[in-house]
């Protein structure tokens, strides 16, 4: 399985940006797909996840702001982030959990807020 991630970029505090991610090389649904972040110097963090069928899972630090959605007819995630704030600032990694308990990564995209 291979997951291609779009969209991230350089916004200013309060704006918005919109992340997507693609699954290809399986003709199989993945169970999870989600969203990590990475701030320097910091640890990787769940931001969002999504199952199959549709229960998500939001960190409270990014709740009424990020909305998670996929499609699992085109295998693909998306992460809508509004009202961003500088810590939001970090690589945002995809991924996806198959049925044989394997995760599979993307390869990251910047988002950086300025203030």
């Known amino acids: 399985v291979q997951l291609q991630a779009s969209g991230g970029g350089l916004v200013q505090s309060g704006g918005s940006l919109r992340l997507s991610c693609a699954a290809s090389?399986?003709?199989?649904?993945?169970?999870?797909m989600g969203w990590y972040r990475q701030a320097p110097g910091k640890q990787r963090e769940l931001v969002a996840s999504?199952?199959?069928?549709?229960?998500?899972t939001v960190a409270d630090s990014v709740k009424g702001r990020f909305t998670i959605s996929r499609d699992n007819a085109k295998n693909t995630v998306s992460l809508q982030m509004n009202s961003l704030k500088p810590e939001d600032t970090g690589i945002y990694y995809c991924?996806?959990?198959?049925?044989?308990?394997?995760?599979?990564w993307g390869q990251g995209t910047q988002v950086t807020v300025s203030s």
């Open positions: 999504i199952t199959s069928g549709g229960t998500i």
């Open positions: 991924y996806a959990d198959r049925y044989t308990r394997t995760r599979y």
């Open positions: 090389g399986s003709t199989v649904s993945p169970v999870v």
